[in-house]
């Protein structure tokens, strides 16, 4: 399994359409900002996107994406500047079901001036954090025609035009292959910026090794074990990995055994000591004392302390 589709599954990130908007003459949304990630895409005409500075609205044209980051409160209208009214006041709330809906005046004999569509993407537990820290706050993408996430905009248009047996799933499942499109281009276009983790996957040499640690965490690994799969020396290897990730070997697998056990505190039932042996410390005490160390309370109060605060990703 590669670190992405891990963080992907780990995050539970999954899409949910909410609206497919047709524009005539002056228009403007208002979105309230309370979905972790959302996702605009124009298929017809053009639409300004802005948070707080009119001045600063970015300008997408038919095929342009955007990505906007967690509970930033943000407009898209006809113009920069443009009077907006809240989502809220045209679309009734619900999770993820597809809505058609109409902004502005038409007039008789006037095609529309913009069509576009809405997603949010839902995440749960700390895992996401990994991957929208990573991201701008606002992120445009403008995939070229034949490219594979235009083709997957063309498929999400279409199908919301349809109303069928099963549209939901299938919304579903195009967000999140849209997602992962997003990232992958996003990514690439930062080459050496890129997040270290990405770039280690991305290596014929490094992958085998990260994808090893994810898969197996609780193994006792060696750092000659996993050059042994990068085909590298020992030193080469502890070289080339602190270079591409950031850390060395073990420590990112130390990183990474504690983000598996803040989310099993989180979000299970499992005792301390089963904890333990799911991410291969010899006793709850050794875990409990790594875990300390690196969070500063101990696992017991720190689930305790995590399941009393709100959910950190609420869709609207």
């Known amino acids: 399994m590669d670190v992405l589709t891990d963080l992907l599954q780990r995050s539970r990130a999954h899409g949910a359409a909410f609206c497919r908007t047709t ?24 639409a300004h996107v802005w948070a707080e500075d009119p001045a600063a609205a970015q300008r997408l044209a038919p095929g342009d994406v955007m990505l906007v980051r967690e509970d930033i409160a943000h407009h898209v209208a006809h113009a920069s500047g443009a009077a907006t009214e809240p989502l809220e006041s045209v679309i009734a709330p619900g999770p993820g079901v597809s809505r058609q809906i109409t902004v502005g005046h038409p007039h008789h004999g006037a095609g529309p001036g913009t ?23 606002t992120l445009k993408l403008s995939p070229g025609a034949g490219s594979p996430l235009r083709a997957t905009m063309d498929l999400l248009a279409g199908e919301m035009l349809r109303d069928e047996p099963g549209q939901q799933t299938l919304l579903d499942r195009l967000l999140d292959v849209a997602l992962v499109q997003i990232l992958r281009e996003h990514f690439r276009t930062l080459a050496g910026d890129a997040p270290g983790w990405f770039r280690a996957s991305a290596d014929a040499r490094l992958g085998p090794a990260l994808r090893a640690l994810h898969e197996q965490p609780a193994r006792a690994w060696t750092v000659s074990e996993l050059a042994e799969l990068a085909m590298l020396s020992r030193s080469a290897f502890a070289r080339l990995f602190t270079e591409v990730v950031g850390m060395a070997p073990l420590a990112y697998l130390n990183e990474w055994r504690m983000a598996l056990a803040r989310e099993r505190l989180r979000d299970s039932d499992a005792r301390l000591a089963a904890i333990a042996a799911s991410l291969g410390y010899a006793s709850e005490f050794s875990f409990a004392a ?11 109060r720190w689930r305790s302390h995590a399941r009393k605060m709100p959910p950190a990703s609420v869709a609207s």
């Not at 979905?35 to 605009?40: E, M, Q």
């Not at 875990?291 to 017991?300: C, D, L, M, S, T």
């Open 290 to 300: 790594a875990f300390k160390r690196q969070h500063g309370v101990a696992p017991g």
């Open 115 to 137: 069509v576009f569509f809405c997603g949010a993407y839902l995440f749960q537990g700390d895992l996401a954090q990994s991957l929208l820290d990573a991201l701008p706050q």
């Open 23 to 46: 524009g005539y003459g002056e228009w403007g949304l208002r979105f309230p900002g309370r979905a972790v990630l959302s996702v605009h895409a124009v298929l017809e005409g053009e």
